[in-house]
Every structure is written in C-alpha cells, then in structure tokens.
C-alpha cells in the first residue's frame, strides 16, 4: 500500500556530507510525521531527526548543529542533510512515516518503514 523508498546513503571521510532523500509513494491522503532513525551494529534503533506535518521538527542531542531535517509535503519526500559527520554517525538510517493515512479512510492511519541505506563515515 506504501512504499517508502531511501536514496543517498554512502561511504564519507570523516568531516563529509552526505544528503538522505525518502519518498513515500501509494494511495496517500496524509502524513502526520517524517522522521529518520539509525541502528549501528549491536546497538538499538534510534531517532535522529523528525518533521510534522506543521513543519515542526526535533533531533538527537548527538546531531543537534549538524544534521538538518526537511520535508516537501506536495511530494511526501523527506530530507536529511548531514554534514560534519563522525565515524559515530556510521549506521544503517531508516525513514520513517508515520500515522499516513490512505486516501478513502480514516484516521488513525499507520506507520512505515524504508528498507534503510547504509552510511559509512570512514577515512
């Protein structure tokens, strides 16, 4: 029903950048939220930056100053800017859309999950 579908993820030196793109795509009235979560090996899933509907957003203490969070609404797209990254930040980065509710129903609506892109952060 949707498909949420990450680009952008890679291999980058240390101080790098790097650009995360997600599109959602399917019979979508609404997204309440857009957001990207993260999981390095042996570690939990965790978020790094999300935006509503309203356009307001809040991140990690760990990205705070270095990664920016944006959304085209018409295109049910999300962004993830990320500059001076750290080897830290190297993770497998998950969109996330959440409470999307389809054309023809009510809400609430559910929750989604990309299949996730990987990012290297590695000299």
């Known amino acids: 029903q949707v498909q949420l579908v990450e680009s952008g993820g890679g291999l980058v030196q240390p101080g790098g950048s790097l650009r995360l793109s997600c599109a959602a795509s399917?019979?979508?009235?609404?997204?309440?939220?857009m957001g990207w979560y993260r999981q390095a090996p042996g570690k939990q899933r965790e978020l790094v930056a999300r935006?509503?509907?309203?356009?307001?957003?809040n991140y990690a203490n760990s990205v705070k100053g270095r990664f920016t969070i944006s959304r085209d609404t018409a295109r049910n797209t999300v962004y993830l800017q990320m500059s001076s990254l750290k080897p830290e930040d190297t993770a497998v980065y998950y969109c996330?859309?959440?409470?999307?509710?389809?054309?023809?129903?009510?809400?609430?609506?559910?929750?989604?999950w990309g299949q996730g892109t990987q990012v290297t952060v590695s000299s």
């Open positions: 996330n859309a959440a409470n999307v509710v389809l054309r023809g129903t009510f809400p609430p609506g559910n929750d989604y």
């Open positions: 399917g019979s979508i009235f609404s997204i309440y939220a």
């Open positions: 935006i509503t509907v309203g356009l307001s957003t």
